[in-house]
């Protein structure tokens, strides 16, 4: 239980902070802290993106590590998107936008899911089901708020 009211703390303190107005988790207008969200699917992990290989796609700079990802991204951005702009499943299931990174993620049916940190990603893999209905009933009210 104290490590669920740190954990809300921090989290809470994080949003403040970076919390985006941007339908699209973006740093310096780069997705997803600048990773290739194809390779999630490809390579099963986080693999970072290059400058050689950007496509603007829903306000943001997407970024890739090969040309076979950026085209693949570029043919239908919808498969391979994160879900939720690629702010935190976990933070939108429980109404709010929150930062993600790279190395806490799940895909669950074809869908790419990112998370706060790995902490966060222990409590959405407990019940993804649940929180997945719940952010899907979420985005459509946060996605373009602060």
Wanted: hydrophobic content about 40%.
């Amino acid at each position: 239980m104290k490590q669920l009211i740190i954990l809300s703390a921090v989290i809470a303190f994080t949003l403040s902070a970076n919390a985006q107005k941007s339908a699209v988790y973006v740093k310096e207008d780069i997705a997803i802290n600048g990773y290739d969200p194809v390779a999630y699917f490809t390579e099963g992990k986080p693999v970072k993106g290059s400058n050689n290989f950007t496509h603007h796609w829903n306000n943001a700079g997407w970024r890739f590590s090969n040309k076979n990802n950026l085209d693949s991204f570029t043919a239908n951005p919808g498969k391979y998107a994160p879900q939720f702009g690629g702010y935190c499943a976990y933070g939108m299931a429980d109404g709010h936008k929150a930062p993600t990174e790279p190395d806490a993620f799940t895909i669950v049916n074809g869908r790419l899911y990112l998370n706060y940190n790995k902490q966060v990603q222990q409590l959405w893999l407990k019940d993804q089901s649940r929180l997945i209905l719940a952010a899907e009933q979420n985005w459509p009210v946060l996605k373009d708020k602060e």
